[in-house]
Structures are given as structure tokens and as C-alpha cells.
């Protein structure tokens, strides 16, 4: 079973920045990959970016540009790096990860973007 904790959520002013970070522990084999979805109030979650284990990345188009997802696979972590961040990003963004065993979610971490 997989155990996914994010961290790095806060509360941040129009055009600063955010890293959001996801430690992946338990039992991981044949990773497909892993991702940052988002969910603000009255809106259905939505993905916000993906990396494979090869590597690739992709994300939705309100955030290209803005946001980066990278991985360290010997600490089994990803990454959201997250700029020129709007109120509009305010949501509570949750970690994925997708394997052979299934899909496993983090609790989440609250992105408030507000003056």
C-alpha cells in the first residue's frame, strides 16, 4: 500500500510563488506516474500536471507556463513548482500516484492565493 503526504501549501499573495512537495512511501513497484490535481470549492477536481517515469510532462493549458512538476526518484518525491501564482489557482491541490497496484491520493494542501 502506498502513502502519499504533501506539504508546501499556504496562503500567497497575487504573483508570488509556491513549491508543493509529495513523499511517496509504502510499497511502490512499476510507477506509470505521478501528479498534481486540484480541486476548488464548488468545482470538480481537475488535473493539474503529470510526469511519467520517463520523464514526460504535461499540463493543463491555465497553468503552462506557470507551473513545473519534477520528481527525484531516490527520495520518491514530486514537485510542484508553482509562479506567477492567481486567485484563481486558490484550490486544494492533492498528489496521485499511479502504479500497477493502483492509484493511491495525499490528503491535500490548501493554496490560497488572495491580497
Known amino acids: 500500500q502506498v502513502q502519499l503526504v504533501e506539504s508546501g501549501g499556504g496562503l500567497v499573495q497575487p504573483g508570488g510563488s509556491l513549491r508543493l512537495s509529495c513523499a511517496a512511501s509504502g510499497s511502490m513497484f512499476f510507477i506509470y506516474a505521478m501528479s498534481w490535481y486540484r480541486q476548488a470549492p464548488g468545482k470538480q477536481r481537475e488535473l493539474v500536471a503529470l510526469?511519467?517515469?520517463?520523464?514526460?510532462?504535461s499540463y493543463v493549458d491555465s497553468v503552462k507556463g506557470r507551473f513545473t512538476i519534477s520528481r527525484d526518484n531516490a527520495k520518491n518525491t514530486v514537485y510542484l513548482q508553482m509562479n506567477s501564482l492567481k486567485p484563481e489557482d486558490t484550490a486544494v491541490y492533492y498528489c496521485n500516484l499511479r502504479s500497477a497496484a493502483g492509484t493511491a491520493w495525499g490528503q491535500g494542501t490548501q493554496v490560497t492565493v488572495s491580497l
Open positions: 510526469i511519467t517515469t520517463g520523464g514526460d510532462t
